[in-house]
């Protein structure tokens, strides 16, 4: 697993201060442990779109968001899994400007691999074996092959803050 230290030279310094307890508060209102490696990362850098081409979101928008697309999303063929906070629910944690939906799925071990239902030409679901910092950061440097990701243009990528 990444840590946040090995986010800086791909998202610059973080720019929230520390806000990982407010988004294990948000895990405990739901009755789950978050994975610590993306409540440590979305407690610095949470909440922002990642040069017009991703969002990442943080303690402002997990709830909010998982409101508003959690019940569509759950209702679609091609996801086979519940949305948080739907008990056993995966993690709905970000987009691409693509309109895909970014997850968390957790197993029976206990561990958290990133997933997405991809809206890029007909609607499906991709599975990774990756924690979320490994697939992130992978992602953002570019170095995932997929046909479905941003192609990136300049490093650190440019942030903008949702509040």
Known sequence: MKSVSEFAGLLGEPVRQDEGHL???IGRLWS???PEDFVAVA???????????MSLLGARSLRW???LMGGQLEQ???????VLPSEGGALLWGNTIDGDQLFLVPHEDGSWTVSAFL??????WYDSDL???DWFHLALAGEIATDWLPEWTSLPHV???NE
């Open 23 to 25: 988004i294990e508060e």
């Open 65 to 67: 968001y998982a409101d």
């Open 43 to 53: 407690g610095a850098y949470g909440d922002v779109g990642i040069a017009d081409r």
């Open 119 to 124: 809206r890029h030409s007909v609607d499906h």
């Open 76 to 82: 679609s063929a091609p996801v086979p899994h519940l």
């Open 131 to 133: 924690s979320f910092s």
């Open 32 to 34: 789950v442990v978050l």
């Open 159 to 161: 942030l903008e803050l």
